[in-house]
Nanobody, 118 residues
């Protein structure tokens, strides 16, 4: 079955950087559209960024464009999110997610917490 395990979260000061990683298994990673989503405290899930299976196309939410970079290593079945110039409103639980097709909920990992102090 699909397994997604995130790591790399932590506490960072405003303006700092973090790199999140997601180890994927149980499916053919290189064929899968992958994404990062986040859930700020007391709020719903927010889409952050997506990347196609071949890594050639990436899309970002306006709130992170120019600060975050999504990437993948298909040889290692790994997904990454480089986060620079972090702000307090980036504080959230971050989840790696696999697109499961129209009408189906994404598969998600257990999440990793990112806390940005001002």
């Amino acid at each position: 079955q699909v397994q997604l395990v995130e790591s790399g979260g932590g506490l960072v000061q405003s303006g700092g950087s973090l790199r999140l990683s997601c180890a994927a298994s149980g499916f053919t990673f290189r064929y899968s559209l992958m994404k990062w989503v986040r859930q700020p405290p007391g709020k719903g899930l927010e889409w952050v960024a997506s990347i196609t299976g071949d890594g050639q196309t990436t899309v970002y939410a306006d709130s992170v464009l120019g600060r975050f970079t999504i990437s993948r290593d298909n040889a290692k079945s790994m997904l990454f999110l480089q986060m620079n110039n972090l702000r307090s409103d980036d504080t959230a639980a971050y989840y790696c997610a696999k697109n499961e097709g129209a009408g189906n909920p994404d598969s998600r990992g257990q999440g990793t917490q990112v806390t940005v102090s001002s």
